[in-house]
């Protein structure tokens, strides 16, 4: 965790890839940077590199009947680290328009029952999160507002809303991959050339451009409702 004042307020930094080289955990690097130079204190949480287990298990399971359970103390630990955050920003690549895994174990088993909601006063009520998907489909591929309709109806509606979060954005960020794919009215996935040399710099210095926008919009947001 980068130190700053005691005043700054802290941002987790939720990673979901398995590789340290991917683009996901550059992006989520870049986003991080940013929120840092806005002032924010980085908690950067790195779901594959710490070990976390996103399988559902009998100690983290939901107790309907007694909503103050005890949960495990690395699903503690993590509850924890977002009770410290003012906002979250979850950095993924888009699997089957959703989330991976084992980022959707992590809200499983850590945004649980008596925490993340089941209280008539949500304890994570005013947070503010940002979820920045990384997708292969190009930015003109019809598939793209519908895969962002669903996520948001999923990640914003279905799981930030319901768990009191003030605000929940949705950063689709297309064009991930260095070869073009689109599905066609067939059905048939279609695979251009990978892209090399000075249009591959292009494409990638967008990429990080539209991902920094979204940071700094989101926080601009923040700005401007305090």
């Not at 941002?11 to 986003?31: F, G, K, P, Q």
């Not at 503690?76 to 959707?104: C, E, G, N, T």
């Not at 992590?106 to 006063?121: E, L």
């Not at 048939?188 to 940071?215: C, I, M, P, T």
Request: glycine fraction near 8%; charge should be negative.
């Amino acid at each position: 965790m980068t130190q700053h004042d005691s005043t700054a307020r802290t941002a987790l930094v939720v990673v979901a890839h398995h590789r340290a080289d991917s683009l996901t955990a550059h992006t989520a690097r870049r986003a991080a940077a940013r929120l840092e130079a806005a002032g924010y204190r980085i908690d950067v949480l790195d779901l594959h590199a710490e070990g976390f287990d996103p399988r559902m298990n009998t100690s983290d399971q939901p107790d309907w009947g007694n909503r103050d359970k005890t949960y495990s103390d690395e699903v503690h630990a993590h509850m924890r680290r977002i009770l410290d955050a003012q906002v979250v920003v979850a950095v993924f690549p888009v699997y089957w328009q959703s989330v991976p895994a084992i980022l959707k174990g992590w809200i499983d088993r850590v945004w649980n029952y008596g925490f993340a909601y089941g209280r008539s006063k949500p304890r994570l009520a005013g947070k503010r999160i940002l979820w920045l998907g990384l997708a292969g489909a190009t930015g003109d591929d019809p598939v793209v507002a519908g895969m962002q309709a669903v996520l948001e109806t999923n990640l914003s509606e279905g799981i930030a809303s319901y768990c009191g979060f003030s605000q929940s954005t949705v950063g689709l960020l297309t064009d991930a991959e260095d070869r073009p794919q689109r599905v066609d009215a067939e059905g048939n996935l279609l695979v251009g050339e990978a892209v090399a040399g000075a249009d591959r710099e292009a494409q990638y210095a967008d990429f990080d451009r539209r991902a920094e926008e979204l940071v700094d919009m989101f926080v601009a947001e923040e700005l401007v409702a305090s």
